[in-house]
């Protein structure tokens, strides 16, 4: 009698098989809710097309007319002084700061990925499909990312460059 009791403990089993389960549902639904609330953005400030081409990037403006422009790596030899060598790129993205901006990626030819680990932000470029991500840059800077995809031989030459300015200059920008 004595052995059954120890070794066949039915209720026991199913009591520590059933609140943990309960707990993991408790945990999961909010979770999950709060994943989908994450990548929505219903009124952005600014919206930006990001495509990968090989080996550089374009963006476009799409809150605005005709504002678009490709940015490549700026080469070795053509580097000023307190330029970062495989960095810098000849056209940042300029971004206003405290503002809420969507972005669209999406890539032109292979798959590469756009990121920017500073900011936290990692996202695949795929042909013929429009990834969105938000961007919410909380203090002006510059901030260096680059293609984290094996996209080719100039992989390693696709860099990315935000620069967060604050909203009058990013205003200056958008009327050159």
């Known amino acids: ?66 504002i678009q422009f490709d940015s490549y790596m700026i080469p070795s030899n053509e580097l000023s002084t307190g330029m970062y060598r495989l960095l810098d790129v000849d056209n940042r993205m300029p971004v206003p700061y405290n503002q809420a901006i969507r972005l669209m990626i999406t890539s032109d030819d292979v798959l590469h990925s756009w990121a920017v680990p500073s900011l936290g932000i990692k996202m695949d470029a795929v042909p013929g499909r429009l990834n969105q991500s938000s961007l919410l840059v909380n203090m002006p800077g510059v901030f260096y990312g680059q293609c984290s995809e094996i996209c080719g031989s100039g992989h390693s030459f696709m860099p990315i460059v935000i620069e967060a300015v604050g909203e009058s200059d990013f205003l200056k920008w958008l009327e050159l």
């Open 1 to 66: 009698f004595l052995h059954r009791y120890l070794l066949d403990g039915q209720a026991i089993e199913t009591v520590w098989t059933v609140i943990p389960a309960i707990i993991l549902v408790a945990i999961a639904l909010p979770s999950i809710r709060l994943l989908y609330l994450i990548d929505e953005i219903h009124n952005p400030a600014l919206t930006i097309k990001v495509t990968g081409h090989q080996w550089y990037w374009s963006y476009e403006y799409s809150d605005f007319d005709d």
